[in-house]
């Protein structure tokens, strides 16, 4: 027989919520003079609408339940909520941070003193790999130039002096040492000629034959340019950063994964991040997994790769992170919010949503998170249970069950 709320009932849940903090009061809020609990048979069961368990009602293990009105269950601050499927793995939750990708960021530097004559490219704009970004007046480019033309001069002469050598050798007139001698000496001087244009080429500077001491700064990476640090007419040192260029169409989520949860997380799993200041989530993958903890957190780093290509995402965003695991067999079962489930008797129950109320039913759960708990049996996904404040409910049928026992 499933106990009723009178009207009495109705002015106690207008402060439900505060009475059940305070400790103690929750289970006087569902009651009235008349309030009466019982225990849930088939019929009452099948009113709900075939949310009972068939398995749990064959076996005979009765349940208890509440009647209550839908302004009972408002009044108590009852939320009600959907069961969904997830994996039976259940969730890892974790907090983390929104940081660059290192091969997507380029920092540019001067690469050597000299003055900036011209900024080619803004704040905001998009360039490829290679693409320019200053030009910088440059004594130091300037000596670079005259130096690997100098080499290049030496190496061609040598390379003369070695086609007259080898000329003459062939005729016999001269003897093969000096025809060997000819020939270290231009290797010697090829290699300092391409050692000079080298050094050129790691300035920004070109390597043709002119002696400009113009030098162009370009860009590492394919992005947009997120930092502009210097003017046109300012003098810049070798080791100061002028540029910084981002793709921001990728975004790493820096994670911290709980030590007691590292053996439930492998690289490659799915995550879906809730990102603060974001209306709605974003999927990614783990793709890297720390062998170690830090003492200080007792977590593991975490690194997961999150698409951002309506540039939704902003580095620096705090995180929220859920990562679903597939535990053992990779089984789909019912998930309900980890305040859907209260213990009693040394057992996990949750609190079905009926027509009349609410029934209490048994659950084995398995390994979940903060936020959500896999269901093992008991329940099947579509029905409705008590999430926020369900705890009233277990009080309610403690309170009323110990009433009938006397």
């Excluded at 400790?23 to 849930?40: E, I, N, P, V």
């Excluded at 050798?169 to 025809?179: E, I, K, S």
């Excluded at 989530?281 to 170690?292: E, K, M, N």
């Excluded at 999150?306 to 990779?330: E, M, W, Y």
């Amino acid at each position: 027989m499933a106990y009723k709320l009178d009207q009495r009932t109705m002015t106690l849940l207008a402060g439900a919520a505060v009475i059940a903090l305070a400790g103690g009061g929750a289970g006087y809020l569902l009651r009235g003079d008349t309030a009466q609990t019982g225990h849930a048979t088939h019929a009452e069961e099948e009113e709900s609408g075939g949310d009972a368990d068939e398995a749990t009602v064959s076996a005979g293990a009765s349940e208890g339940t509440i009647a209550v009105s839908d302004a009972q269950i408002q009044a108590a601050g009852i939320a009600v909520a959907v069961v969904q499927e997830g994996l039976a793995g259940g969730e890892v939750t974790a907090a983390g941070v929104l940081v660059p990708p290192t091969q997507s960021v380029g920092h540019v530097t001067a690469r050597t003193s000299g003055v900036v004559v011209r900024i080619l490219r803004q704040l905001g704009d998009r360039v490829g790999v290679g693409d320019p970004l200053a030009v910088i007046d440059s004594r130091e480019v300037a000596e670079a130039q005259g130096a690997a033309a100098r080499a290049r001069r030496a190496a061609e002469a040598a390379r003369t002096v070695l086609v007259r050598e080898e000329s003459l050798f062939r005729q016999r007139v001269t003897a093969r040492q000096d025809y060997e001698a000819a020939q270290a000496a231009y290797d010697a001087a090829r290699i300092e000629a391409q050692q000079a244009d080298q050094a050129l080429r790691a300035l920004g500077a070109g390597s043709g034959g002119g002696t400009t001491r113009l030098m162009t700064l370009r860009s590492p990476v394919a992005g947009e340019v997120t930092s502009v640090t210097v003017t046109p007419g300012e003098y810049v040192p070798p080791e100061r950063e002028l540029f910084q260029v981002a793709d921001p169409r990728t975004v790493w989520a820096e994670l911290m994964i709980p030590a007691r949860d590292i053996q439930r997380v492998v690289i490659g799993q799915t995550i879906t991040l809730s990102v603060q200041g974001s209306d709605h989530p974003h999927t990614g993958r783990i793709r890297f997994l720390s062998p170690a903890v830090d003492p200080a957190t007792g977590a593991a780093k975490a690194i997961a790769t999150i698409d951002n290509t309506d540039g939704d995402l902003r580095v620096g965003q705090n995180v929220s992170a859920r990562v679903a695991t597939p535990g053992v067999d990779g089984a789909r079962v019912p998930v309900v919010p980890r305040s859907a489930i209260q213990e009693t008797e040394g057992r996990s129950v949750v609190f079905v949503r009926t027509q009349r109320g609410f029934v209490m039913r048994p659950v084995t759960i398995g390994l979940g998170s903060d936020a959500a708990v896999p269901v093992l049996s008991g329940l099947r996904v579509g029905e409705r249970v008590a999430t926020v404040n369900a705890f009233v409910l277990k009080a309610e049928l403690g309170k009323a069950e110990a009433e009938h026992d006397h």
